[in-house]
């Protein structure tokens, strides 16, 4: 972090500072503003407006918010800076010098912005579009004025986890994240790629040769960037995900709906049913499958679940379960709901919350079993670490720990292990689900692996008092850019290999282990605030990039899915941005659905549906890039009616004229 940094590294490189002066009418609680009860908002969401109102993205001239930017000269450290600001506001009032005016010009220091968070909360304000596209360059722009440089140490590769890793190496080689390919010929990998098909079609070899072949087949094909369908939503995509056995996708929308779709055949979606979560707050935050597909349990940013089952035929209102067994906050409870997933056995639902707590909720029954208080921070994400085993748990926190449970001795409310690394807050868990390894993604920026090996115990986590190097951290990643200068080592990891090189950024990103059928285990995969999905080999090194900001950006814009804002339709206008979400690789097929918030300020959303191609030519139909809306019915049909009705509209104007 910054604090961390001596005034000699502090010394090396400088860059501009600008005071921001911000006062609101609305003063702010000490407490997390986002979950109010007449306004809850997702913690992940209020990036759009640093700035709490009633409407959720506020026009320039309304409220009574005023700016003041100043930039200083002097180049004192952060310390002296804080000092010369409690002397200008002991100052008193009436004439002073012109040098007295100045100091206490640079007192008034309510709100430190530096120049790219300005730039960020204009752009949050949908003004970015005045200082050029979301990629461009922050220090390029200048601004007039005093200015105050200070030099500051920038990290060098060597700072940063060694990639390829060591130990990523060593996975890749011992057979548990898939094979290597032992083939020495010189051969390109799509042509090595075609001789294996044709090895697997001859049938050479013997039973253990061929299913090595049929796993390295596996293995080599990765979903690129085409895509085979955009799926286009009215409202953000939060969470999309296919079941373990392929035939079923849902998709999690900001407008309180799921949509769930057959995809029995990956190749021919069919959208059959669409259920509301009543009385929703802000939007849908996470969605669970049964282990026999038969029941969806999905939240919102309240204490309440609701339980839909996945029959079409059965057209019935979701039950509602509610998760606050002290009835606090009224009838939606207390706290609001990041995480839910089902146990093994289908019996219990655990819920992470924004009260710090991990809840364990009897569905038989009807009751919570434990409400513990098991972080220092808001519970982002849990997961079990066998789906056929209800017994170990994971839980991953903005304290920016990842605790172990044992659903067998959680009555103590005391965790059985912990891992460290992270030194900000995590995002999401996967499991292998094989009891040992676990994923997570985190707010510094990186993605790590650990084994349930190497957790430490309670005992040894308590010793170590790993939270005193993380605990003071002052980044928001609602709305501010993580700066690779505030990265460092936590001095207790005990993860197995960094994952560096996505975006963790504005919203919960999500990360997953590749499917052992489609892929045979090889790969972790993320999305990212840039709008693609990192696929990284077990080392560390990345696999393949799949870009859906750039297939959204070049499909025909859906004129009907503007949502009302017209003037932004054009997808070649400065702003236009992506970022993904979640990610789901089919267990069986060649695919991956990313679940995306897309448009000029992310108003909108999309599920793309990227497959396996060797090359982009396309001679079949429907053609790749193809459009849909949510019921899976053709955007360019709508169109052409829509153009015909328009046609004919003008044919009778121009008669009347």
């Known amino acids: ?123 949050r304000s949908n003004l970015g579009h005045l200082f050029g596209g979301e990629d461009q360059d922050d220090e390029q722009f200048v601004w007039g004025g005093r200015y105050r440089m200070r030099r500051r140490r920038r990290p060098s590769d060597q700072d940063f986890p060694k990639v390829p890793s060591e130990k990523g190496r060593e996975l890749m080689n011992s057979g548990i994240f898939g094979a290597n390919d032992v083939r020495l010929s010189p051969i390109s990998s799509r042509k090595r790629l075609a001789r294996r098909i044709l090895d697997r079609e001859l049938g050479i070899g013997d039973r253990a040769s061929r299913k090595v072949n049929q796993n390295a087949m596996a293995q080599s094909m990765i979903p690129t960037t085409d895509a085979e369908m955009i799926i286009n939503y009215e409202d953000n995509v939060y969470s999309g995900q296919f079941s373990d056995d392929g035939n079923f996708f849902f998709a999690c929308v900001k407008d309180m709906k799921v949509r769930m779709y057959d995809t029995s055949n990956p190749y021919s979606w069919r959208h059959y049913k669409t259920v509301p979560f009543t009385f929703g707050s802000w939007t849908l935050t996470d969605a669970s499958l049964s282990p026999d597909n038969k029941w969806l349990a999905y939240t919102s940013i309240q204490s309440n679940v609701c339980l839909a089952p996945t029959d079409p035929n059965d057209t019935g209102d979701p039950y509602m379960l509610s ?43 009807r009751r919570v079993l434990h409400t513990i208080e098991g972080h220092d921070n808001d519970v982002n994400a849990v997961c079990f670490a066998d789906k056929s085993s209800p017994h170990i748990l994971y839980s991953g926190s903005d304290d920016a720990t990842i605790k172990v449970w044992d659903r067998r001795s959680m009555g103590d409310g005391r965790e059985a292990g912990a891992f460290v690394g992270h030194i900000e807050g995590l995002t999401y ?92 285990s090889r790969y972790v995969y993320t999305g990212s605030h840039d709008g693609k999905v990192y696929v990284y080999n077990m080392d560390a090194t990345i696999a393949a990039v799949i870009d859906v900001k750039k297939t959204t950006t070049e499909a025909s814009p859906p004129r009907n899915m503007s949502g009302g804002r017209g003037f932004y339709d054009g997808r070649g206008f400065p702003g ?48 790749m890039g193809t459009g849909y809306n949510e019921k899976l019915q053709p955007m360019s049909d709508m169109r052409t009616s829509r153009d015909s009705d328009e046609e004919e509209d003008d044919e009778d104007d121009d008669t009347d004229f």
Request: net charge negative; glycine share 8%; aromatic share 10%.
């Open 1 to 123: 972090m910054s604090s961390s940094r001596s005034t000699s590294e502090d010394a090396e490189e400088q860059y501009t500072e600008y005071y921001v002066d911000a006062t609101d009418e609305h003063d702010e609680d000490e407490q997390d503003p986002d979950y109010e009860d007449d306004e809850e908002l997702e913690e992940d969401d209020m990036g759009v407006d640093i700035f709490e109102g009633e409407d959720e993205f506020h026009d320039a001239e309304e409220g009574n918010i005023q700016l003041l930017l100043q930039l200083a000269s002097n180049n004192d450290d952060d310390d002296e800076e804080e000092e010369g600001a409690e002397e200008a506001g002991e100052a008193t009032e009436g004439s002073q010098s012109p040098d007295a005016e100045e100091d206490a010009g640079e007192g008034r220091r309510t709100g430190l912005l530096s120049r790219r968070q300005v730039l960020d909360f204009l752009r």
């Open 323 to 365: 998760l606050n067994d002290h009835n606090r906050g009224g009838w939606r409870g207390g706290f609001g709901i990041f995480s839910i997933r089902f146990s093994g056995d289908g019996r219990e639902l655990v819920a992470g919350t924004n009260a710090n707590s991990i809840v364990v909720y009897d569905i038989e029954s």
């Open 429 to 520: 868990l996967d499991s292998k689900n094989d009891g040992r390894f676990l994923l997570s993604n985190g707010k510094d920026q990186s993605m790590k692996l650990w084994d349930l090996k190497m957790m430490y115990t309670t005992a040894r986590f308590e010793e170590l008092d790993p939270r005193q190097y993380t605990r003071y951290s002052e980044f928001d990643y609602r709305w501010g850019r993580f700066d690779d200068a505030d990265w460092f080592a936590h001095p207790h990891d005990n993860s197995l290999v960094t994952f560096r090189g996505h975006k963790v950024l504005r919203t919960l990103i999500r990360c997953h282990f590749s499917p052992p059928g489609s892929t045979n």
């Open 576 to 623: 236009w941005s992506t970022i993904v979400r979640d990610a789901s690789w089919h267990p069986t097929a060649p695919f991956i659905a990313a679940s995306s918030l897309n448009g000029w300020d992310n108003s909108m959303g999309t599920v793309t549906v990227h497959s396996y191609n060797e090359a982009s030519l396309d001679e079949g139909e429907p053609k």
